[in-house]
């Protein structure tokens, strides 16, 4: 007993500081892109993803460029939202409810937030080389890349309380952070996001999906505690 409580007060500390850590980081990227301090750092990354001299053509085969476009759905909204969906119907109706409430709170709360930042950052969508996907809205954060944090750290975090062993535990978390990592590379490969606005969604995300996380901790534990009380 002892022994599951003190790993779960080092994990709330671990949650406690990747949200901190993840807000720094985006605060940091925000107030430099608003100052126009990325422009270079941006630009150049976006560049370096094009064949030399010819900003039309990506790098790598054709196929490649196909394997981005599926990869960078991984973070559409439909994608998303048919998993979140998904997801906490199952948990409904296996009586996880307060499991369904934070993967549902996390999802819609961080959608409404990247929208929100979006609109309040105004930034445009690159225009250095031409765009390999549809997109029809502001840049900064990458909604993509936050919301694939948010929602693919959230379930892996979920999924990995079901395991008891750390080697399992931590490939489920390997798996959510190289998913989340693809998906916000895509949006560069593809042309659609500045280098600045992933990083910022990935910090913006893995802070949302760590702060639900340390919510949904708190309100198990002192669910814990009050049925411990009552045994007593």
Do not use: C
């Not at 750092?41 to 460029?65: K, Q, S, V, Y």
């Not at 809205?137 to 929602?151: E, K």
């Amino acid at each position: 007993m002892m022994l599951e409580r003190a790993r779960a007060e080092i994990g709330a500390l671990a949650a406690f500081a990747i949200a901190a850590l993840g807000l720094l980081v985006f605060a940091g990227v925000a107030d430099e892109t608003s100052e126009g301090e990325t422009h270079v750092f941006d630009e150049t990354i976006l560049l370096a993803l094009r064949m030399p001299g010819n900003p039309d053509d990506p790098i790598g085969p054709g196929w490649f460029d196909l394997a981005m476009s599926d990869i960078t759905s991984l973070g559409g909204f439909v994608v998303l939202t048919f998993i979140v969906l998904n997801v906490v119907i199952y948990l409904l109706m296996t009586g996880k409810w307060k499991n369904a409430v934070m993967i549902a709170g996390a999802s819609i709360s961080g959608m409404a937030l990247s929208e929100g930042l979006k609109v309040g950052f105004g930034r445009p969508r690159p225009d250095l080389v031409p765009q390999l996907a549809e997109v029809h809205s502001l840049s900064f954060p990458s909604g993509h890349a936050m919301l694939s944090a948010v929602i693919y750290l959230t379930l892996g975090a979920l999924l990995a309380r079901f395991h008891k062993r750390k080697r399992e535990r931590a490939l489920i978390m390997l798996y959510a952070v190289l998913v989340t990592m693809m998906v916000g590379a895509s949006r560069v490969y593809l042309g659609v996001h500045w280098p600045t606005d992933v990083i910022a969604g990935w910090a913006l995300g893995a802070a949302w999906a760590a702060l639900w996380w340390l919510f949904a901790w708190g309100v198990l534990r002192d669910k814990k505690e009050t049925a411990n009380a009552g045994k007593e």
